[in-house]
């Protein structure tokens, strides 16, 4: 994945719109490529820091964001586990219908 189609998916990033695929790709890029990372930041900080200008509320924009890429982070440890979970379930599927299949014949 190239700059260019990472700069396109922070909006989507940011409004939690990327699929499993689309945020694995993502974050790969954004922790490797600074300056995707700091057009992530600059993104954010426009976006939060303005629709917070309108309500006066306080923000500490950066931490929100370091909690949002740290919450992505988890979401796709959480999806390789499961993921991880079925295949075991298959092998162990696999595993019986042949045991079956070997019970059977004898």
Known sequence: MD????????PDFLENKLDHRELRKFMEHIFRCEDCKEELCIQFLVLEGMAR???GS???????LDKILEDARRKMRIRRIF????????????????????????
């Open 3 to 10: 700059c260019k189609e990472v700069n396109k998916m922070i």
């Open 53 to 55: 200008l309108e309500t």
């Open 58 to 64: 306080t923000f500490d924009l950066q931490h929100e």
């Open 83 to 106: 993921h991880y979970f079925i295949y075991g379930i298959e092998v162990l599927a696999i595993i019986l219908i042949v045991s079956i299949a070997v019970w059977m014949m004898m």
